[in-house]
């Protein structure tokens, strides 16, 4: 073979003359053609096998030239045939690349043959993967799997000719075909061929998804056996940076491929490589567009999940991306961190080098936790709570960490919020510490641990130190005793003595041993000298001179005498100079009792430190476990319900692993069951069913105990709002139809009855359970309610009210008040048995003074209402009964005292005030009797009769014949109208009779109800007299219950009602009668509508539970729509900064309703700000500021904001001192500006231009300039920059100053109708309403002898500075009418400043 193949730049190439010896395509084939070629190729290839290709490389070069030309099937055909060739080569090359004897021809021919298969290959398999993505025919396999001729069909299989093509590729490169190239140099063309096909493929989009799986490992395996062994790493490196940065789905690909290349093929330099190249992107770089950022930090994040042991080596490289302006780096560098410190940094067993790396990435963790994008902030969180869940993060930075997550709860980003919430339950769920107690429980063990500690520490550091013996001393004090030893063991002694010495000093022998050499001998035997262990001191001396003859320290020896011997332990005992006592001072240990005595205490002492440390953390840990409860249980109530959904999961987890103070934010989420949104709701029933409704147990009957002992607890001191919220919780329980219901019934009512010893706590839990069991089922507790009667309200009633009242809120379950019946009302008859212990308790609790008594009281009188046949006459009965024990007990007191003996003043102190305690007993059960005397009359009564009325009707239509039918249906649209009056005018009548009977019977003399009305108005007009505080709050009650009957009675006792609230001297009182009048403005509106202003005084109360009360009520009354909101509503306002947080959030809910109603925060603006700048109020600017910054919150229109900003402008020439200007320019800089109000600013100029000169005025109105200069467009800009210049020059000049040539003249072409304008008197009805406006003196100055509330007025007491544009506003446009705009555009004030200003 003369020729040599080269593989082509472009394609194109080939058909050209090329140099010496180099392939040139001498015949392209027509379109038409080329079927009959592709036979004939297919002929050649059966009978030559794969080297054909060499004479037919023309046919498949024409192909690949006239692609958009030929049939679908032709390049099929095509791909099938060079498929088989690079196979039949894969196949038949190992034999030849192993001959030795391979001639040059051979060697050629084998090569060109495999680039022109190859080329071809990798060419035709682009181009149809360019036409399958253009085509989108990437998908299954049509029907038979056959090829079809047209152009979608034939494509249907191209997912498994890809893989084939790719299996050929790698089989054929796998061999070592190295060796068919001279100097086994493989041209670089023939890899990029390859490469460029791989790469290609991998640009299709889909290439990521799960179908495509084989395909993408074989083109990362192929490309793998390229990087291996054809040099491929740095072209690898720099395609996957290439195609990273326009294709974001081979994100994760290329993390897959560089891991295999990394580990299976043992390329590691690749993730160096391609990590040094993302390293070296600059952030401006990494900034723009099309950048690839997210693909990069999407690879990164990837990668270092897979092979995390091996990004450490260039973690340095990304650290530099920790600083840029990319966040989306940031975040996978942290993630990157966090893998590595899960994975492989993790456990004790680190060299120093990696804990220092460890160290290192958690302090650049930590950093981020207060990065400046919310994003980092929220993943750096969500790293680090991975990193607790693995139990990887080292026990000395639990403290630091949880501090930075409860300080992330405050983090104004939602999504960092809940990783915060996150980040906390984990450490909760896997702390190292006992949660359960409290910090509180922690504080005494750790100041006793401490004490003891450093008592211990004091007790070893005061020991004194252990007086130094020389040597010469000890020896002389020892001498004797071994001169004794010495002389016996040297004389000579009978076998006998010999076997005893032995068998005494059996022990001692197996220590003297042989040492090394003579100075260890010396050694041992000085610390046998020590020891005072003389005779194998001696025996080892001895010794020592037939082991060591020629030593001199044992020289003297040669004669063994006791003078020798002597001498020589002398020697060795004192040394013969100072350094050789030195030496043996150092080889001497101390004594070893005493070294156990050291040992043991620093031991203890070590214990002790540890222990302490572990307290002292103990208590770190749960201060910061409370704090966070604390901070996420504010959180239940946000708006986003992500974040309350994480904060009711986090309240979960805490409760389950039983932190202290979990129960508090478990209850706190209750009342969310009752929330619109459906999420919310669904997650804390969730919660609830998770843990109290799925308790754990060996048996039901344990699982029933376990589950009534949670519920119980949370029973406990639970509110009565929290016990409403559980009975949607338990009714769903017991309505769900659980296997638990029977038993859980059977565990209550054995501890409601005591068969099971419990506390009269957990009684009390089980009756109100009950209760709740009986609204999803009546039998629960109508066939048990003898059990009831008899345990609760038996005999023992008097002493456990608390138990009779929750047994009596049990038994009214089963009323049809709560049920809402539609048939005949379930009612039980007057002399049953429950009536019967219910009257007895009350009338007996009259005369006692039980505090639990009157809770007791109202639940029974409630009852019998609902559940009693004629229940009128049996409270009528009880209210006589009633008053005459206390009558008989009064009679029985006078009579005792006037026995002389018992006159003393204690005792008639004593029985005064146990009759005002009684008197005010009575007086709250007539109040309460009058009230649902009342509700019973509108609701049951009238519902009564509706329903008779109804069944009447119903059984005269059936009455009817046919002949009446047919008459109806001749007249039905008249009779449908007849029918239709005549309902409303039964129901009309129906009202009028419930309507007479409450204003002439119910207080008529023969009624004992009318005998305590007088009783009760001499009571609260006679504080003086009647000063007892139970009886005045009682009396005051229940005189607000007898107003509730009638008109007439409220009207008469009105002026007495609202005098008590502004005169009693007890705030109970006051807030009593806030709630009552509330309740009186909803049913008497018209009577109370004079009296609201004195409703509103009560918001500036002293006491801070009234100012609650009233602001509670208010909220009610304004939106329901029965209260008028008018310019008193500015007193809500002032409790936005009331010091008590609890008034100041629910005067912030309540502007958050209103702000729901149409512009009625915006109709009520200007006279807030009129009235909270008035300078007899005396708030300062600071509180102001606080208040209009929340009010002007609500403005998000830009017609109200440019409304306003004229209406704040006309205020100005009104406005009569300095502080007023001030206040109105701080409301305009609080607005949030367009430019439609920026506009009307500019034309208001005149208004408050002279107001300049004052920096209370000028700082603000800048403000507004700097505000609207952020991204504002060019020309609003030098709009802005313009008044902003005019703004300064006023402020630094005056306005006189400023007045430019081209202003002089406007103002003199102006000036006549300045002038007129200036004469043209304020409009009339402008004048009347500002004295309407003006208050009337008030008539509050009676002396305090005059018991009588001041005169009816609508009018504030206080003057209040007042506007034309105040009054009469109308509150549903949104926008200012042209007649309430002020005309005078040079009021009196601006002349008087003008004046001063020339002055």
Not at 606 to 628: G, S
Not at 850 to 857: G, H, L, V
Not at 889 to 903: F, M, R, S, W
Not at 1267 to 1295: I, M, N, S, W
Request: charge should be negative; glycine fraction near 4%; hydrophobic fraction near 40%.
């Amino acid at each position: 073979m003369s020729w040599d193949f080269f593989l082509p730049v472009c394609l194109g190439d080939l058909v050209k003359t090329g140099g010496i010896n180099q392939y040139v395509v001498q015949d392209v084939v027509s379109p038409k053609q080329l079927p009959s070629s592709i036979n004939k190729f297919k002929a050649a290839l059966r009978s030559q096998g794969p080297l054909c290709i060499l004479e037919h490389f023309d046919t498949g070069y024409s192909v690949l030239q006239h692609c958009n030309s030929v049939e679908l099937g032709v390049k099929e055909d095509t791909l099938e045939i060079l498929i088989q060739v690079v196979s039949g080569l894969a196949g038949s090359l190992p034999a030849v690349l192993i001959t030795a004897s391979l001639t040059a021809e051979e060697r050629k021919e084998k090569l060109n043959a495999l680039k022109m298969s190859v080329f071809l290959l990798c060419k035709l398999t682009e181009t149809l993967e360019s036409y399958s993505c253009r085509q989108s025919f990437v998908t299954a396999p049509g029907k038979g799997g056959k090829k079809g001729k047209a152009g979608g069909e034939g494509l249907l299989q191209w997912d498994s000719e890809r893989e084939k093509v790719l299996q050929a590729l790698i089989q054929l490169l796998q061999l070592d075909i190295r060796s068919l190239w001279n100097l086994s140099l493989v041209e670089e063309e023939f890899i990029s061929c390859v490469t460029c096909c791989c790469y290609k493929l991998l640009e299709n989009p889909t290439i990521s998804h799960v179908k495509n799986k084989p395909t993408r490992e074989s083109i990362i395996h192929l490309l793998g056996v390229l990087i291996k062994k054809y040099n491929h790493l740095l072209g690898a490196s720099v395609k996957v940076i290439q195609l990273l940065q326009h294709f974001e789905h081979l994100a994760s690909v290329f993390a897959q491929a560089v891991s295999v290349w990394s580990t299976e093929y043992g390329v590691r330099t690749i993730i160096g490589e391609v990590i040094r190249e993302i390293g070296q992107k600059s952030g401006e770089e990494l900034a723009r567009e099309g950048s690839g950022v997210k693909a990069f930090a999407s690879f990164l994040s990837e990668l270092g999940a897979l092979v995390p042991d091996l990004m450490i080596p260039t973690i340095s490289l990304l650290i530099t991306h920790l600083e840029g302006e990319s966040h989306t780096m940031r975040v996978a560098v942290c993630e990157v961190l966090g893998e590595t410190l899960v994975r492989v940094l993790c456990g004790d067993s680190l060299d120093e080098s990696s804990k220092a790396d460890r160290d290192r990435f958690f302090d650049t963790l930590q950093e981020h936790l207060h990065d400046t994008h919310s994003h980092v902030r929220a993943r750096v969180l969500q790293v680090y709570t991975r990193i607790v869940n693995s139990k990887a993060l080292p026990l000395c930075r639990y403290s630091e960490v949880m501090e930075l997550a409860v300080g992330r709860l405050m983090d104004k980003s939602i999504n960092a919020v809940k990783s915060a919430i996150q980040l906390l339950a984990a450490f909760i769920a896997h702390n190292p510490y006992s949660c359960k107690l409290s910090s509180a429980d922690l504080k005494k063990p750790l100041e006793k641990e401490t004490t003891k500690f450093r008592e211990m520490k004091e007790k070893l550091e005061g020991k004194a130190p252990v007086a130094v013996i020389k040597a010469s001393e000890l020896w002389a004090a020892m001498e004797p005793e071994l001169l004794i030893t010495v002389s016996t063991e040297l004389e000579p002694q009978s076998d006998t003595e010999k076997v005893h010495q032995e068998d005494e000093d059996g022990g001692d022998a197996e220590e003297e041993k042989e040492a090394e050499d003579d100075r260890a001998t010396a050694v041992m035997i000085a610390q046998y000298l020590r020891v005072n262990k003389y005779r194998n001191a001696v025996r080892l001396c001895v010794k020592a001179h037939s082991c060591f003859p020629e030593s001199e320290m044992f020289a003297s020896l040669s004669t063994l005498t006791p003078e020798t011997l002597m001498e020589t332990l002398a020697l060795i005992f004192k040394g013969s100079d100072d350094d050789d006592a030195a030496e043996l001072s150092q080889n001497m240990p101390p004594t070893p009792q005493k070294e156990g005595e050291k040992e043991g205490e620093d031991g203890e002492l070590k214990k002790q430190e540890m222990l302490v440390q572990y307290l002292k953390d103990t208590e770190t840990f749960a201060l910061q476990v409370e704090r966070a409860i604390s901070v996420i249980n504010t959180m239940l109530y946000l708006k986003t319900a992500s974040v309350v959904q994480e904060a009711v999961q986090f309240c979960v987890t805490v409760c389950e692993f039983g932190v202290a103070n979990s129960v508090s934010g478990v209850r706190k989420m209750l009342p969310l069951v009752w929330s619109t949104d459906t999420a919310i709701k669904d997650a804390v029933v969730q919660a609830y069913r998770r843990l109290f409704l799925n308790p754990q147990g060996d048996n039901v009957r344990m699982k029933a105990q376990t589950l009534v002992d949670s519920l119980s607890e949370l029973m406990v001191d639970a509110s009565l709002g929290t016990i409403q919220c559980l009975e949607e919780i338990v009714q769903e329980f017991f309505g769900s139809g659980s296997n638990l219901q029977s038993t859980v019934v059977q565990v209550l009512w054995e501890r409601f009855t005591g068969k099971r010893e419990t506390s009269g706590v957990h009684r009390r839990a089980a009756v109100l359970l009950l209760g709740m069991a009986a609204r999803a089922e009546r039998e629960v507790v109508l066939s048990n309610l003898d059990t009831l009667c008899s345990v609760a309200l038996g005999e023992k009633v008097t002493e456990d009210f608390l138990l009779a009242r929750d047994s009596v809120m049990t038994i009214g379950s089963i009323t049809d008040h709560v049920r809402q019946s539609k048939g005949a009302p379930f009612r039980l008859p007057q002399d049953h048995q429950l009536f019967s212990c219910l009257t007895q308790a009350i009338a007996d609790g009259v005369v006692m003074a039980d505090p639990y008594w009157q809770s007791f009281m109202e639940q029974a009188v409630r009852l019998i209402y609902f559940l009693a046949e004629s229940p009128d006459q049996l409270c009528s009965r009880l209210l006589h009964r009633s008053a005459r024990l206390l009558l008989d007990q009064i009679a029985e007191g006078g009579e005792v005292n006037k026995d002389p003996d018992q006159t003393q003043d204690g005792s008639q102190e004593s029985s005064e005030q146990v009759n005002c305690v009684c008197l005010a007993q009575l007086l709250a059960l007539c109040g309460c009797v009058a009230f649902w005397q009342v509700s019973h009359l509108e609701r049951s009564v009238s519902a009564e009769l509706r329903r008779r009325r109804g069944e009447t009707e119903e059984r005269e239509e059936k009455e009817k014949g046919p002949s009446s039918k047919a008459k109806q249906a001749a007249n039905e649209s008249a009779m449908e109208e007849e029918l239709g009056l005549m309902g409303a005018s039964a129901e009309d009548t129906e009202a009028e009779l419930i309507r007479k009977i409450c204003e002439t019977e119910l207080l008529a003399e023969e009624n004992l109800l009318c005998a305590f009305l007088p009783l009760l108005v001499k009571v609260c007009s006679s504080p003086g007299r009647y000063s007892h505080p139970q009886l005045t709050t009682a009396a005051c009650l229940a005189l607000s219950q007898y107003m509730m009957i009638s008109p007439s009675v409220c009207e008469e006792n009105i002026r007495l009602m609202f005098t008590v609230l502004e005169r009693s001297s007890l705030p109970v009182v006051r807030a009593n009668a806030v709630i009552a009048l509330g309740d009186l403005t909803v049913r008497f509106p018209n009577i109370l509508e004079p009296w609201t202003q004195n409703l509103y005084a009560r918001l500036s109360d002293e006491i801070p539970s009234v100012r609650q009360t009233a602001v509670t009520v208010l909220t009610q009354l304004v939106l329901k729509d029965v209260l008028k909101v008018k310019g008193q509503v500015s007193e809500v306002a002032v409790l936005l900064i009331d010091p008590e947080p609890h008034i100041a959030s629910l005067a912030l809910n309540f502007f958050n309703e209103l702000a729901t109603k149409d512009n009625a925060i915006y109709n009520l603006l200007p006279d807030i700000i009129s009235r909270l700048s008035d300078p007899e109020r005396g708030m300062s600017s600071d509180d102001f500021n606080i208040i209009m910054k929340q009010l002007f919150s609500y403005i998000t229109k830009e017609r109200q904001t440019e409304s306003l900003v004229e209406k704040m402008c006309q205020r100005f020439r009104t406005a009569k001192t300095e502080r007023q200007w001030c206040d109105l320019a701080m409301s305009l800089s609080l607005l949030s500006m367009c430019e439609r109000g920026f506009k009307r600013l500019q034309e208001c100029w005149e208004c408050y231009s002279d107001k300049l000169t004052e920096p209370g005025v000028y700082q603000p109105l800048l403000s507004i300039t700097a505000k609207l200069r952020r991204g504002a467009k060019p020309q609003f800009k030098a709009q802005v920059d313009e008044f902003e210049k005019r703004l300064t020059a006023v402020h630094t000049r005056g306005l006189e100053n400023v007045e430019s040539p081209e202003m002089d003249e406007e103002t003199q072409k102006e000036a006549p109708s300045e002038k007129t304008v200036m004469r043209t008197p304020l409009p009339a009805r402008g004048r009347q309403r500002t004295k309407r406006g003006q208050t009337k003196p008030s008539t509050s100055s009676h002396g305090d002898d005059s018991f009588m509330t001041p005169r009816k007025s609508r009018k504030s007491k206080k003057p209040v500075i007042t506007f034309s544009s105040d009054e009469e506003e109308d509150e549903e446009d949104a926008l200012m009418a042209e007649s309430e705009t002020p005309k005078v555009t040079t009021p009196i004030a601006r002349t008087s400043r003008r004046a001063r200003l020339r002055n």
